[in-house]
């Protein structure tokens, strides 16, 4: 059985990468015995409208075109936070018989006769609402912390001094912005990250956590 993987990050900078997600899925490929045929890694946003995601839509066109039987993804948010978009990907990939593997959710998209698995419709309705909800709660705290900042006399966008305005400083953060919404302290996830605790510290005040 022939995969390939396809990794996500949400930032493009050089301080996440997609060495894990690859290297957790050439495992699991490994030990199913899958003959792993291409990686493609993307950084951009899980926000961004899949018509814009030029890996993602490459990774797709080269399964069908060369009858790749699975896809493996690290979770189901890699392939993006938006409900409908991720439906249609799905649609796709059914409609050409390739499979879908998801390592977080453990989750399989067809069955062993490439139909769609029978709890294969209610799972992805749950994590596609569950992924949407995460994306706006985000998106809500992004707003609060910014509209916080600048009642508290903060000016957002580029100044003499400064280096990005917040939403661009989150995102360059972003596995800090992830590991605070599981309520770790902040020393532990200056340790996770290799960041400072006053790096950590200043998300999570614009956060408001």
Not at 41 to 64: A, F, H, M, T
Not at 172 to 178: C, L, M
Request: charged share 25%; hydrophobic share 40%.
């Amino acid at each position: 059985m022939t995969a390939v993987i396809y990794s996500r990050v949400s930032s493009t900078s050089d301080r996440q990468n997609t060495d894990r997600q690859i290297l957790d899925l050439t495992s699991y490929a490994n030990a199913m015995q899958y003959s792993l045929d291409k990686n493609f890694s993307e950084k951009i946003s899980g926000g961004v409208k899949n018509s814009e995601r030029n890996i993602l839509n490459e990774c797709i066109s080269y399964c069908i075109e060369n009858n790749v039987d699975i896809i493996l993804i690290s979770e189901l948010s890699r392939l993006g936070r938006n409900v409908l978009e991720l439906q249609e990907v799905i649609k796709i990939l059914v409609d050409n018989k390739i499979n879908l593997y998801s390592q977080k959710e453990m989750f399989t998209l067809l069955d062993d006769n490439k139909e769609l698995s029978m709890f294969a419709p209610v799972m992805l309705a749950t994590l596609a609402t569950c992924a949407s909800i995460e994306r706006d709660n985000i998106k809500f705290r992004l707003n609060s912390g910014r509209n916080q900042y600048i009642a508290n006399g903060g000016k957002l966008g580029r100044s003499k001094g400064s280096n990005k305005d917040v939403e661009v400083l989150l995102k360059q953060h972003a596995d800090i912005v992830k590991l605070l919404k599981t309520k770790l302290a902040v020393r532990k996830i200056a340790t996770l990250t290799g960041k400072s605790a006053t790096t950590v510290q200043k998300i999570k005040k614009i956060l408001d956590l």
